[in-house]
């Protein structure tokens, strides 16, 4: 059974990882969005790409990050590697080949995805900063 990426879900999750308020966010789209739009928007099962786009821009993350990352797929993944057969003393990981490739892979999306999300952030960082001394 394939799992279908949300991506409201992963907006919302990469938009707080940056520590970016709803608010924020709509502020940046334009006049037209408010912070209840932008909870909507993060619901929806698919987002049209123009839209992803300027998101993209403002959260400073690639679309694709948008559009790929499925969570529940790493977690599952993950926690399907391992086969514990522990008699109370001894613990005996067992791996299939196709599996931990898979994880393998999760695991290396999210680590390139984290260092895009603190460059983001500390793009975001200096911008915040620079406004401040502005004022």
Do not use: C
Not at 56 to 77: G, K, M, T
Not at 80 to 85: L, S
Request: proline share 2%; charged share 35%.
């Amino acid at each position: 059974m394939e799992q279908k990426i949300h991506q409201g879900r992963n907006v919302k999750r990469f938009r707080e990882m940056l520590g970016i308020k709803q608010e924020a966010l709509a502020y940046d789209l334009g006049e037209d969005w408010s912070q209840k739009k932008i909870s909507m928007l993060e619901q929806k099962d698919v987002i049209e790409e123009n839209l992803l786009k300027q998101i993209s821009n403002f959260l400073r993350i690639p679309v694709e990050a948008f559009q790929n990352f499925d969570e529940e797929q790493a977690v599952h993944i993950i926690s399907n590697t391992f086969n514990d057969q522990s008699n109370g003393y001894n613990y005996y990981p067992t791996f299939n080949v196709n599996p931990v490739d898979k994880w393998v892979e999760a695991l290396e999306e999210i680590k390139r995805l984290n260092s895009e999300l603190l460059k983001a952030k500390d793009e975001h960082i200096k911008a915040l900063e620079k406004l401040v001394r502005e004022k």
